[in-house]
């Protein structure tokens, strides 16, 4: 398996479907690394400490972290299932970033940033990773979001251990569109 294919892997059942695996994630998300790659490799996955420590280390969203001593993981975000990060609520910078396509903008002007199954609605700092997230998509759309002002309102936000700030949502009355 390659380096892509571990972390797509690792990102469906340490965000998702930790049954895929069998394996159970505690109520932070982390789960023991023996015991995952025991079932990794039960699956024919071939993936070795060493190897696991390198998908960790070179995912470029550094989606997943592990325990001090290195003997649990998780995934840093994104989880549809439910899990508690202990995340602290702090004070976002002025503006925050959202890559979107076209054709979501009609419903996104109406409702606003839903999280929809994930548990928050993720943001970027920099419109360069708002505008990658965008592509994933097709041809992306920035949206501009008022999170300074969201947060003088009463709004919570939260930055994960790899830097994507996140909310429960984002009322259009702080997007700009344009």
Same mark, same amino acid.
Not at 83 to 107: C, Q, R, S, W
Not at 108 to 136: C, N, P, Y
């Given at each position: 398996?390659?380096?892509? %294919?571990?972390?797509? *892997? ?5 965000? %998702? ?10 109520? $932070? ?8 790659? $025991?079932?990794?490799? &039960? $699956? ?12 960790? &280390? ?5 989606? *997943? ?13 994104? %989880? ?8 602290? &609520?702090? =004070? ?42 965008? &592509? ?15 947060? $003088?309102?009463?709004?919570? *936000? ?8 996140? =909310? ?11």
């Amino acid at each position: 398996m390659n380096t892509k %294919h571990i972390s797509k *892997f690792l990102s469906l059942v340490l965000r %998702h479907n930790p049954d895929k695996l069998g394996i159970t994630l505690d109520t $932070q998300g982390w789960t023991d690394v023996n015991i995952l790659l $025991q079932k990794m490799n &039960a $699956q024919g996955k071939n993936v070795d400490v060493e190897r696991l420590k390198e998908v960790v &280390a070179t995912n470029d969203k550094k989606r *997943f972290a592990f325990n001090e001593d290195q003997t649990m993981i998780r995934a840093n975000q994104g %989880h549809s299932i439910s899990v508690d990060l202990n995340y602290e &609520a702090i =004070t976002p910078p002025n503006f925050l970033y959202h890559g979107t396509v076209p054709k979501f903008m009609g419903e996104i002007k109406q409702q606003g940033l839903r999280k929809m199954s994930r548990h928050h609605v993720h943001l970027s700092e920099d419109k360069t990773t708002a505008m990658r997230v965008g &592509a994933r998509r097709g041809v992306p759309t920035i949206l501009v979001i008022r999170s300074s002002e969201m947060h $003088q309102k009463g709004h919570l *936000f939260y930055k994960s251990e790899n830097n994507v700030w996140l =909310t429960d949502h984002v009322p259009s009355e702080f997007i700009d569109f344009k």
